[in-house]
Structure formats: structure tokens, C-alpha cells
């Protein structure tokens, strides 16, 4: 005769997920529709209609470690059609970011990220961290003027080889050992307890990665098939991705010019670059892909309609800090083609601060589902769940 299973609900739990973007969640009364409505979803075991459940039920450890949660693109098809308005695409939303924060460590960076009112905590450490590299090296190199006279090359403020590359660098490393600790936890969680998890049991896992590129994150695929918005929401995430692509490859590109300079000079790279120098045009470039795709996203998140989805904090702060990126890079680079130093150099300090603010905390931002989703979408396709 089977055994009668105890459940557990998780009641601080429940109340935690509430909080972060699942208030509505008690008010879905299981008629499936959400499911049903879903075009990306399963056939077999189709979401969101079981992660309700276990939500409702405090089923923590069942939901945190569940993979269909990732398979959502959060259209919000199934949020429109509630005939209860019980938001389940903004439930599986507040369980992924619930995830992020418990993935990366230090687990504080999560809680800062959680509510504005730990902003000034978030900006205060760039911000002292930049201002002590700018006074001693105005003491070092510029009898103690922060704003030197002469031409503007925000590098004989901010120095690379001393101060900016170190501290981006170490960052860079910060950030990659904690995704890849991360993605270990997170790969770790779906394995069934006492089973050993062989990813590409019939294909190599890196097929499968691959895959996932191509359908998913290169060409985005996926927003094809849900959402009234779809167009404006691709163009949206294709443009900030790419644009994200582009400022990547021109800094890395930089990086290997300036420090492999020293031991190759042929390929020595220097700034500030001529406006006509290919690296310098793929800058511009990815400049305006971020900000069309910033100004897509942004119209459409104060579109939506709070009777069927709620936008929370953890959804702006990224959009706020990849605005500020944005805009003073922007300002940064007419204040210096102006030459008015004494703009120039305090908007250049900012864009330090922000750019901070998104590399250095990306494993606890609504942005970690870059690597976190990725790994687990080649997870769900190894074992053929698509």
C-alpha cells in the first residue's frame, strides 16, 4: 500500500515570494488556462499550471529547483488570459530572480538589490572607490588638480595601468568565478537526489549549448511565438544585446591593443581613437543598439498594465543603471569633444560608477539570467525537454 506523503508548506516562503513580484499567486484556482495558453510550453507536464501549485503549497525546494522555470520567455499570454488575474508569468519571474540571489555569493549583493532603499549602498562603493583612484592620482600626477588643464584624455586622470584596468580586471574575474560557481549550484539542483546527472547523454553537451545560441539568445527565436508585443519586444532585447556584443568585443579589443602594445607595439592601441578608426565606429554603433533597445524595452515595461503585470524594482534597477551607462558614455564623449573639462571629467566619473554598478553586481541582477538561463536551457534540452 503506498505511503501517505506529508507536505510542508514553507510559510516564510510564500510570504518571501509575495513579496517579490508574486502578491497575486493566491488567487489562481487551478483551472489551467495558463498552460493551455502557453504556445511554448510542453506537452508533457506543461508549466505554469504546476510551479501555481507548489507556489500556493510553499513547495520551496520543488520550485527553486525546477527547470521549466527557466524555459519561460515571461510574455505574459498567460497572465492576460487569467480569468483570476493570478500573474503566473510574474510568479515564474519572482521565483528566477529568488533563484539568482541564492545562486551568487556574497548572498548580501542580493538582499541590496531587492529595494531601492539599498541603492545608496550600491553606488556608495564605486563611487568611493573611483573618488580615491581620482584624488591620488591628481596628487600623483597633477599637483592635486582633479580637473587637469590641457587636452582632455580621460586617462591621465584615471589612469589604466595603474588604477582602471586593475580594478575592472579583478572585477572581471569577481564576476566570472561567481557565475561559474553559480552555474555549478544551479546545475547541481536539478539533479534527483542519489542519481548521477550525465549532461549530453546522447550528444556532447557543448551540441547542446550550441543549440541554445542559435535558437535561443543569437536570433531569439522563442519571442516569435508568444506575446501580442513580440516585434517590439525582440527588436527590444536584439538591440540591447547586441549592442552589449559590440561594447564588448571594442573593449576587449582595447584591452589586448593597450597591454599587448607593450610586447608586440604593431598592435598597440591608444585612446582617445580617431572617429574613423573601425573600433571607434563599432562603439558608436553599439552605443545606438543599446539605446534603442533601452527606449523599446522601457516604452514597453510602462505599458504595461498593472491590473495583469507588475513591474518591481528588480526589473527597473536594470533598466535605470543600463540607462546610466548610456547616457553619461554619451556625455562623456561630446563633454570631451566640447572640451569642457570641468563637465568632462566629473560625467566621466559617473559612467565609471555605473558601469561598476552593472558588471560588478551582474550575478544577482535580472541580467545573470544571460549565463544562469542559458545553462540551464542546455540542461533541459540534454535530457529532451524542450
Known sequence: MTQPVKIKPDLEFIKELQEVGGESLKKCYQCATCSVACPISPHSQPYPRK???????GLKDKLMTDPDIWLCHNCGNCSDLCPRGASPSDLIS?????????LSAPSII???LSSPVYLPILIAI???????????MANAWHGGQMIPSGKIVYGNIFYGNYTIDPIFGAVFLFVAFTFWNGSRKLIKSFKPEGTTLVLGKQKHWVYHLIDVIKDEIATHKKFQDCGSDKSERKLGHMSLFYGFIALMIVTGTIAVGHWGGYIIPAISIHTPLEWFNPIKILANVGTILLLIGLTLLTKRRLALEPKKTQSHWYDWYLLYVIWAVGITGVLSQILRLANIPNLAFPVYYLHLIAVFMLIAYLPWSKLGHLVYRTVALTYVRSIGRR
Open 94 to 102: 519572482a521565483v528566477r530572480n529568488m533563484v539568482y540571489k541564492k
Open 110 to 112: 542580493g538582499k541590496w
Open 51 to 57: 510551479e501555481m501549485v507548489w507556489a500556493q503549497w
Open 126 to 136: 564605486p563611487a568611493i572607490l573611483f573618488f580615491i583612484v581620482w584624488k591620488i
